[in-house]
């Protein structure tokens, strides 16, 4: 049977504590695949999205010990989304699987999904998470109303709880990697490139070692990043307000003409009208700020190391 190659993709900031346990553990369930399915090939590729601990150096010893873990060290740190990206443009599988280093997206599954993707039946196999245990109830509320928001207004369908977690096709990397925008939600790029994709209902895992970098904030702020990236609706807010206004306006020409106190529903017009333009200007500086952005084409991540460089500056 031909060699296919397996590329294992990890986003990594800060995981030193994790990493011994995370290497180990990816260790184990790739020998076991590969007792199984000898023609298997794994390569194990770390994204060091600029970690302030000794990720780095973790890494650097791990890629000189065995030669199937490499790592792209980022210059600083650019967010999970460019380390994804750096993943997937930087390895060289046949199939490419993404999961985080903290082991909350259990290696375990991997065979599994390969087993999906390999039937041919999928080009895609993910997790999903059905139970949002040990999340604040808050939080919950907040993810779920996202998810329907979101796939009202976008024509992107997102799969409430589908994580980052996922093996896929060469062919489906490409399609990842073809779209270059800065402003990245991975969650609707994958659905956007379109592909049969199976997801494996799981429930949620807690981190093995370290702290996560997620609050309430950074997800609000991500959630608003993916109803701008994948739905131009809350552009035409302006429309919506614009006809309500103008019913406004009709209630309030009868009102004037039935009484003669109108002064006061003028003034809470005009307050009204304000806010309502405000607003829709806000929503327009958003997609313009993004648009700023993505017409600078800037690098989506800068490498300032790998274990290529770093080897051969070793040697020398
Ligand atoms: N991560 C990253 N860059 C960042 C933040 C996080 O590469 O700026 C990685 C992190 O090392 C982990 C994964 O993304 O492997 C998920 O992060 P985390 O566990 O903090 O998030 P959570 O699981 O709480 O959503
Ligand atoms: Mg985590």
Not at 251 to 279: D, K, P, Q, T, Y
Request: hydrophobic share 40%; with cysteine; net charge neutral.
């Amino acid at each position: 049977m031909e060699k296919e190659l397996i590329s294992v993709i990890v986003p990594c900031y800060n995981e030193q504590e994790v990493l011994p346990l995370f290497r180990d553990e990816i260790i184990r369930v790739t020998n076991e695949m590969k007792s199984k399915y000898p023609h298997l090939e794994f390569e194990f590729m770390f994204i060091n999205d600029g970690s302030r601990d000794d990720t780095l150096k973790l890494l650097r010893e791990y890629s000189l010990e065995d030669k199937r873990f490499r790592y792209v060290s980022f210059s600083r740190n650019f967010g999970k989304e460019s380390a994804m990206f750096a993943g997937l443009e930087n390895c060289k599988g046949d199939y490419a699987v993404i999961l985080d280093a903290d082991l909350q997206h259990p290696p375990k599954l991997i065979p599994q999904m390969y087993e999906y993707v390999k039937s041919g039946e999928y080009d895609c196999a993910g997790t999903r998470r059905i139970s949002r245990e040990g999340e604040p109830k808050l939080l919950s509320f907040f993810s779920s109303s996202f998810y329907k928001v979101i796939n009202k207004i976008s024509q992107t369908q997102i799969v409430d709880g589908a994580q980052d977690f996922r093996l896929m096709t060469r062919q489906m990397v490409d399609a990842i990697l073809s779209m270059r925008e800065y402003n990245r939600f991975t969650k609707g790029i994958f659905s956007w490139v379109g592909f049969r994709t199976k997801y494996i209902e799981v429930e949620n895992t807690e981190r093995a070692a370290g702290k996560t970098t997620w609050n309430f904030w950074k997800l609000l702020k991500y959630s608003f990043e993916g109803i701008f990236a994948f739905s131009t609706f809350p552009l035409s807010f302006s429309i919506i307000f614009a006809a309500l206004a103008f019913i406004a306006a009709v209630i309030l020409l009868i009102a004037a003409i039935v009484n003669s106190s109108e002064m006061l529903g003028i003034m809470c017009l005009v307050c009204f009208m304000g806010g309502i333009r405000l607003f829709c200007l806000e929503v327009l500086g958003q997609y313009i700020a993004k648009t700023y952005l993505e017409v600078k084409k800037r690098p989506v991540y800068i490498i300032g190391e790998t274990e290529e460089i770093y080897r051969k500056r070793k040697e020398n």
